[in-house]
């Protein structure tokens, strides 16, 4: 139905009678990234299974092919022919991450202490996003470290080398921040230590341990020695929470649904939106629980209920950052007033996430006025449709097409193949749990 007019840049979504059936979340891109970065990092060969194909996780794979890395990646799975951190190569061009954020930022945190130059570069989203979050600790460390005003934004130069050990108090709770400081810190002399504000997702240090690296956490400090060498591992992936949630949140507002998400990755880190669900009075039911590479995943059936406002705060926020576009949705069904705030870090995501949350679903006919740390959403009856933008950001994309499901007219959506970023069978999935009649 809609590939074609994918291709033409617009994909038009109707309303839905209901979804029903089940479908399997596809990997988490967090930790897809991390697993061939370290298996790239790592001494020997190591097998990813349910990697997560998306532009994205692809990116990180170009990158690390450019430094002289063989990597064979044929669907969700992938073969990383590690040959140590002293393998990779000078690149001869310049890293190009695509709209890859945590691709760029975590590659920082590499280079900084490979004896080597190297550029990293990307879209026109990741040329406005802040790199001086990474570059002001890695340049204390001793990287030299350049780019636009100062080393802040893209192209970024890097030339690494020697570098030293720090402890860093981040102003922001980060996994990009802090996965970046720690890769550098296995490169430097001494103890490296990140301590943030609140405790960011922790994929980086789980990771870290399975590839035989020694991290010792305490409270919201993580640290480790440099000089320790990554063992080659095998990676099985689950499923990204920050995908399930876009189906989490339709099967909770589109009308007489009952959906279930299989092998969905529920780390503490990352479940803010199960909390929040919860909270709300959704219908919610995890079963078979089970730990995969030190990751807690399960199976989320998920039912349409009658929910009620909340407020989202505090340490919950980094819990659920990459939610909140489809929790503001979740919202304008809750009854009354929900309010999030301590979420500025939204301004500096792939788009500014405030405006465009608000502007989108304004025009839908929602109410939400966005404040300078989140917004706040009144309860809204009907939502209308209209011809929208995903503005190059999957996740608002991906908002927008789960709202189309309850507008009274259909929603045009343009601009949808930013959504292959982190869920390429996106479309492919609505379509298989949508009753049209
Ligand atoms: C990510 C960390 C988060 C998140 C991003 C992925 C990661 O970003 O929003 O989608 O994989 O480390 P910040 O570190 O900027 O909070």
Redesign the pocket.
Known sequence: MTSKERQNNMETIMRAKSLQGSITIPGD??IS?RAVMFGAMANGTSKISNFLPGDDCLSTISCFTKMGVQIEQVGTSVIVHGRGIDGLQEPSELLDVGNS??TFRLMMGVLAGRPFHSVLAGDNSIAKRPMNRVSIPLLEMGAKIDGRENGTYAPITIRGGQIKGIHYSSPV?????K?AILLAGLQASGTTSVTETHR??N?TENMLESFGVNVVRDGLTVSVEGGQRLLATDVEVPGDISSAAFFLVAGAIVPESTITLLNVGINHTRSGIIDVLEQMGADLTIKNRRVINQEKVADLTIKTSDLSGITIEGEMI?RL??EIPVIALLATKAKGKTVIRNAE?LKV?ETNRIDAVVHALNQLGANIVGTEDGMVIEETERLTGSTLSSLGDHRIGMMLAVAGCITESELKLENPEAIKVSYPGFFEHMKQLRVNS
């Open positions: 891109k967090s990234h954020g945590t709770a980060s996994a990009q921040v996965s960011s997702r994929h980094p950052i990459d870090e995501k």
